[in-house]
């Protein structure tokens, strides 16, 4: 029972499809924020392009001898090569309608973050002799990654409301949204970067913990996130409510685990309770008004 449970698990985090769930809720989070019908070709968007991207990045940099590899991750998805690719394939063709039944400027926006994505890996300039994608570029890896995510899950759905509905929603409650959903996405990444820092020292990336060390990058962390909640406290999205409630309650669990993340080094600790928090924010929220 456990060991099927377990192939279970690694097939959705390692195939990625349950990161690209993740996505799916913090789309679904910020619907119920701004108090808007659900667009749910939006919603197949953030899925099916996260699903996408996230293959993408790991299947073109196939290393010479996978099953050799000290992660998990990177055994089972070189093991299962070929059924990676085949979710792939179905993912981006999933994608299509639902792209194609968005508005101008949501697609516009879209092609531009599908770019950044793919971008972040894929070597698309050189410095002497060795190829680099935009990851390699000193500070810009986290960064990278913490702006696509807020801005697929915050700005896309608007600008796709923005082409349908007469709506009404000031600048600064979508900055605010925005800058929370960074800082949020921020902070569950950096312990993926601690993690991975020999490794990224050896590719010689430029990360907050490759330069300021572990003990710095883990106080960073707790500092984005209880900024989040300063802004959360001072400046409510929908006053104090069960929404804020329910968000803070994931807040302080965040903290939690992020603290525990320095002795629990197994990967599923990263791809499941990490991960699983931009899944836990939508479920919680949901359970605390349905209570």
Same mark, same amino acid.
């Given at each position: 029972m456990i060991k099927y449970l377990r192939q279970t698990l690694d097939f959705l985090l390692f195939s990625n499809i349950f990161i690209s769930l993740g996505a799916a809720s913090q789309g679904l989070l910020t619907y119920h924020l701004i108090g808007y019908p659900i667009n749910w070709f939006i919603i197949g968007c953030l899925f099916f392009s996260t699903i996408v991207s996230y293959n993408f990045s790991i299947l073109i940099q196939k290393p010479k001898n996978p099953q050799l590899s000290e992660y998990r991750r990177v055994r089972w998805i070189f093991y299962h090569y070929k059924m990676n690719i085949v979710i792939t394939v179905l993912a981006a063709l999933a994608l299509i309608p639902c792209f194609l039944n968005l508005h101008f400027n949501a697609q516009i926006l879209l092609i531009i973050l599908g770019i950044i994505s793919i971008g972040y890996s894929t070597p698309i300039f050189s410095i002497g002799k060795v190829k680099h994608g935009l990851r390699n570029i000193p500070g810009l890896k986290l960064f990278l990654i913490a702006l696509v995510w807020a801005l697929?899950?915050?700005?896309?759905? /608007?600008?796709? @409301? =923005?082409?349908?509905?007469?709506? $009404?929603?000031?600048v600064w409650e979508l900055i605010h949204l925005i800058f929370k959903r960074l800082l949020f996405v921020t902070a569950i990444t950096i312990p993926f970067d601690i993690r991975d820092m020999l490794q990224d020292s050896k590719y010689k990336l430029k990360t907050i913990a490759t330069v300021y060390g572990e003990k710095k990058s883990y106080?960073?962390?707790?500092?984005?996130?209880?900024? /989040?909640?300063? @802004? =959360?406290?001072?400046?409510?999205? $929908?006053?104090?409510?069960?929404?804020?409630?329910?968000?803070?309650?994931?807040?302080?669990?965040?903290?939690w685990l992020i603290f525990k993340s320095k002795w629990k080094k197994n990967e599923?600790?990263?791809?499941?309770?990490?991960?699983?928090?931009?899944?836990?924010q939508y479920v919680l929220l949901l359970l605390f008004n349905f209570a």
């Open positions: 697929s899950s915050v700005w896309l759905p /608007y600008v796709e @409301l =923005s082409d349908t509905h007469q709506i $009404n929603i000031n106080l960073f962390c707790q500092i984005l996130l209880i900024t /989040y909640l300063l @802004l =959360s406290v001072l400046f409510p999205t $929908n006053g104090y409510n069960l929404d804020f409630y329910s968000l803070t309650f994931t807040v302080f669990l965040t903290a599923y600790y990263y791809f499941f309770y990490l991960d699983g928090t931009l899944v836990l």
